[in-house]
Antibody, heavy 119, light 111 residues
């Protein structure tokens, strides 16, 4: 069974750093792209970027380039999303999701990680 | 402002048919890229509902169907049920942005 399990809720202050994780299981982690998607409170879905864990090739949405870093550790089947200096506007639920093989849709989703940034 | 346009809200009575539109442009839907749909029940992660314009993943009831024409696509739900009350998002790929794009989402209320 394909599963993506994300790290738990986090509360940080503005200016702090953070890394959240997404662990895949039940499939070949290295041969499927992982995407990160933001959902701000009461809002829709925003595509942030994708990573191919096999070689860590990463593509960012222009809106998120330079704002976050996406990485992966294929030895432990885990993808990461990190911030070096959080802002209050980063408060959101962040989802990781798997791209279907050779396709451009997301066939499996993690449960989401709530990030709250508040002073 | 989302690249793909959806009405913010729609409603229908149980048993009715509703159609949720998704309007794009020549750089995404009109360029031939597939449209996919996701259902997000309250407080849960999105779930794939339709892929490749018209295909249903295993387990998705055949009350849900997708179509595409020109620069637009739509999701139809027949025999509306209370459990269909959710947010629905379309998604495609955009060549000018070189990336994936979502619609703004449609909140469906079952009256």
């Amino acid at each position: 069974e394909v599963q993506l399990v994300q790290s738990g809720a986090e509360v940080r202050k503005p200016g702090e750093s953070l890394r959240i994780s997404c662990k895949g299981s039940g499939y070949s982690f290295t041969t499927h792209f992982i995407a990160w998607v933001r959902q701000m409170p009461g809002k829709g879905l925003d595509w942030m970027g994708v990573i191919y864990p096999g070689d860590s090739d990463t593509t960012y949405s222009p809106s998120f380039q330079g704002q976050v870093t996406i990485s992966a550790d294929k030895s432990i089947n885990t993808a990461y999303l990190q911030w070096s200096s959080l802002k209050a506007s980063d408060t959101a639920v962040y989802y990781c999701a798997r791209l279907a093989p050779n396709e451009r849709y997301l066939d499996y989703w993690g449960q989401g990680s709530l990030v709250t940034v508040s002073s | 402002q989302s690249v793909l346009t959806q009405p913010p809200s729609m409603s229908g009575a149980p048993g009715q048919r509703v159609t949720i539109p998704c309007t794009g442009s020549s750089s995404n839907i009109g360029a031939g890229y597939y449209v996919h749909w996701y259902q997000q029940l309250p407080g849960t992660a999105p779930k794939l509902l339709i892929y490749g314009n018209t295909n249903r993943p295993s387990g998705v009831p055949d009350r849900f169907s997708g179509s595409k024409s020109g620069t637009s696509a739509s999701l139809a739900i027949t025999g509306l049920q209370a459990e269909d009350e959710a947010d629905y998002y379309c998604q495609s790929y955009d060549s000018s942005l070189s990336g994936w794009v979502f619609g703004g989402g449609t909140k469906l209320t079952v009256l």
